[in-house]
């Protein structure tokens, strides 16, 4: 027996990909203020000495870790000791 209560036709399956696609091309037209086909550059040269620059400071955080991790090995190790 068929429940009449429920006619429709299933919903179509759910792409997390597909959505996320979706998401990211409604959002750089409406950063660009443009409709589909009409591209404006969406990168911009302070947009790329932005992402340069946070690239850089990543790198120097690491380097503040690794610099702090050997200082700490180099504290701690004596020649001839037993761990």
């Known amino acids: 027996m068929v429940n009449k209560k ?14 996320l696609r979706d998401g990211f091309n409604g959002f750089r037209q409406k950063v660009e203020g443009c ?9 911009t040269t302070e947009f790329r000495e932005h992402m340069r620059n946070a690239r850089k400071e ?7 870790l690794l610099d702090s991790a ?4 180099g504290k701690g190790s004596n020649p001839g000791s037993k761990a």
């Open 58 to 64: 990543q790198l120097l955080a690491v380097r503040s």
């Open 6 to 19: 429920y006619d429709h036709q299933p919903v179509e399956e759910f792409v997390f990909e597909d959505w």
């Open 35 to 43: 409709m589909p086909g009409e591209a404006k550059p969406f990168d």
């Open 70 to 73: 050997i200082d700490w090995l």
